[in-house]
């Protein structure tokens, strides 16, 4: 009977004192302010649903952001709380998992999947490097653009800087920048550094680039701001390849490599292509798959498919290709995690809309804000929500919390909404520019020892006011062309 | 750079040459399938996307029963074409994944991995050996037992019969049996039998204890009629009762042990007792939380508290208690696999009937049938159903196929909607009774070669026609006694 020995030895084994990865602590502080807002007087004008929900939603935001439990389970249970308080009906509470950006992200996951498994990044990357990889700036632009490539479907900075870029940066690091080790150590400083703000800004120009874009998205639609992926791309064109351009030149500036060469590295790539042989027939359906639903992105709503039908339809054709494994897919963690919370915000933000609260919400903020031009006002707002990223390790948990009110008090001030909208959902991945645990890879890229803390903060401190000019300022007059504002 | 060396050269290792599981020849077959419904002259009464949509439903029916992708993979794919097609707006195609029925299937997957965690299942099983299993008769009872006590709230009878009954009966098996191998072969083949055809009964009586069950109770709804989680139990609970009590002794007569006593297994259930020693915390959490779910899943509507709501209050209750983790919840793979395939079902089918396809095919039929008395013509409608599972290898995949246009029929032929609804739901469990390939735990159990193949398929039909005497006769008096006919 040693299975079954093993299996009840190990069950106790499995189960820590913060049994499950919980921590009451935090938990008890959750529920603590959750129960404030319920119980404190609600406004006469608020549904009392409304003002139930209310708490809940703050709750859980709270609890996304300090993360008692793992996100996806936070959300599970602000759902479990809101049905057996019949806060919100069994339709409602399920609503967000049928939602269609909610289903966009998912495909853009399992897309992300299809790429890792042909190797097409890495094919891209190396490519990349055998072309303009012999001087040094040339070799972070490579890495810089290898993440651009990539980012329309890989909806994780992670799965692109830190999974895909990351390890090639590493093996050039290693073997291909020379002898003299404080060179090396310069130039991996830089490439790192530079491969990281640009993921930043990559992130931003693309609504599938960082999952809590399509969030954004969809709070902004709560507030009745429509963004299509077109939308958002074209917005984001202009600023962001600037960005791209002139982000790497200051790192350039302010964490020099060792050498202004590194001739070894296109030689590497080189290697390195000739050993995975000519393109595979995975790999080709793979970038045609991906092209093609680019194109159905970009033309949006003139062919009349929305951008989650297209990427639907695209992990569909890469199913019957056999290029995704459906069980690859369905282990696809991220994916499942992400569809949990995300449909839950989701739910939560529309529901409260669809209960008034946001109309209440705004009108009281509009009030208070009267008198204050929209110009002086919204640069205040938008610059307290970029900073305050000082404070969050993470995307998403900022959006979960800041994204909504801060739009619904730039609205109260009399800016332009869809300006508003983007501007915030821009800033939203731009902020991750400041620390080194400001977005998930970071951490990582920051972990390989490459860059010091004390030049991580400053060159992102800088970063950040040069992004902050050239998209409020080159990215402001672009948006005056397309009649934004 | 080894890392990227062996990414790169095991990315075309795992694309065998039928690439993800793809088998070109079936994926043809159900292309043919769909496309010549699609182009079959539509009758006039139909609207064209009710017809458009029957030739994708019954493509993907045949998808799933054949396999040329895995289900869930295959369901995907459907809706990508439905949505390419314009068949369905991307609302109704997401309509699925916020259902009822489908989020308490995956919540109940959920609350199964907490008993996997807690070792509570084999605690339970040894209880009843240590209790009941002095007697080879008492023995296999308490297999079942164990099997009934964890079927509501384990909708795999995989889990149940092959993960936590099976590896007892193993243990059992190899030490406790005696020493004669005559003896112990013949033991071993009546246990494994009793604990075969007791999940199969137990299947049968709840809602949530296997799969396709809720699948059944969605296509039902379809064509308009109701079963709680409530009205399933209570109309089971006698035929399933008796079933439980007779179909061991039938199995023990066709079946004989090697002996009738089998005192070391007491023995060996109190030492392995003694070995997980008093029950934990989290054992004692997850019976709690258990059975208050059964309480509301019994109570229903009269505590206004839908089965939906209860599972996922209770699975948020285990979370903050940490004894589910939510790790292994997003690693659950048959979860997001059922999750996918079961809404997808759900979906499409309930868009034939808002489009008014459902109709207009009971009406069709009904026209055929006009004349037959519902009784005959039912019974002979339900033999049909309930034999040629000797032609399924999985109840969902029979479910997918039949159950509909066999309910569509038995309501044209004037049968009690709600007895031919419920009649058809337990047979889609009864008749896996009949094969060693009949649903999942069968090839498992049948593969460890305990019992021959004739004597599997001997037993398994007179099981069947006793299961059916039962249900039919004893059941259909309690269905009267009920108001059900």
Chains 1, 2 share one sequence.
């Not at 935090?26 to 129960?35: F, K, P």
């Not at 110009?375 to 305050?388: E, I, N, Q, R």
Request: one cysteine or more; hydrophobic letters at 55%.
């Amino acid at each position: 009977m040693s299975d079954q020995e093993a299996a009840v030895a190990t069950a106790p084994g499995r189960m820590p004192a913060a049994a499950g990865g919980v921590r009451p602590g935090r938990l008890a502080l959750v529920s603590l302010i959750g129960v404030s807002i319920w119980a404190l007087p609600r406004p006469a004008e608020v549904d009392p649903r409304a003002w139930q929900l209310l708490a809940l939603f703050v709750a859980t935001v709270v609890g996304i952001v300090t993360k008692p439990l793992p996100m996806g389970a936070m959300a599970l249970v602000g759902i479990g709380v809101a049905l057996v308080t019949r806060t919100l009906t069994l339709g409602e509470a399920l609503g967000g998992f049928a939602n269609g950006v909610v289903w966009l992200v998912v495909a853009a996951f399992f897309l992300a999947a299809g790429f890792t498994r042909t190797g097409l990044g890495p094919r891209i990357a190396y490519a990349l490097v055998a072309l303009f990889g012999r001087s040094t700036l040339g070799l972070g632009y490579s890495l810089v653009a290898t993440d651009l490539i990539l980012a329309p479907v890989i909806p994780s900075n992670t799965a692109r800087a830190a999974g895909v870029v990351f390890p090639i940066l590493q093996s050039i690091a290693r073997t291909a920048l020379g002898s003299d080790p404080t060179h090396r150590r310069k130039t991996s400083a830089f490439l790192t550094l530079a491969a990281y703000q640009g993921t930043v800004v990559t992130s931003a120009m693309f609504l599938t680039a960082m999952v809590a874009n399509p969030l954004a998205v969809q709070l902004a639609a709560a507030q009745g701001i429509e963004i299509t992926w077109g939308a958002w791309a074209q917005a984001a064109l202009v600023p962001g390849l600037v960005s791209l351009i002139v982000v790497p030149l200051v790192v350039y500036r302010f964490c020099p490599p060792g050498s202004a060469g590194t001739p070894e590295a296109p030689v590497l790539a080189r290697a390195a292509l000739a050993k995975m042989g000519p393109m595979t027939r995975a790999e080709g359906l793979m970038s045609v798959v991906s092209v093609s639903l680019l194109i159905a992105w970009i033309l949006g709503p003139r062919i009349g498919l929305d951008s989650t039908s297209a990427a639907l339809a695209a992990v569909a054709a890469l199913l019957v290709a056999g290029i995704l494994n459906w069980d690859d897919m369905i282990r696809e963690q991220e994916a499942w995690n992400t569809f949990i919370w995300f449909a839950t915000l989701v739910m939560m933000a529309t529901a409260l809309d669809e209960l008034g609260f946001i109309r209440w919400f705004s009108e009281r903020v509009g009030s208070v804000f009267a008198g204050i031009g929209w110009v002086p006002g919204f640069l205040g707002l938008s610059l307290t929500y970029f900073y305050s990223h000082y404070f969050f390790a993470s995307n998403t948990a900022h959006v979960s919390a800041m994204y909504a009110p801060f739009l619904a008090v730039a609205l109260a001030l009399g800016t332009p909404p869809l300006m508003a909208a983007l501007i915030l959902g821009f800033f939203s991945n731009l902020f991750a520019s400041l620390t080194h645990y400001g977005t998930a890879p970071a951490p990582i890229l920051f972990g390989s020892g490459h860059v010091t803390l004390g030049t991580w903060w400053k060159v992102g401190a800088i970063v950040s006011v040069v992004n902050l000019t050239i998209w409020l300022g080159i990215g402001g007059a672009w948006w005056k062309v397309l009649g934004i504002w």
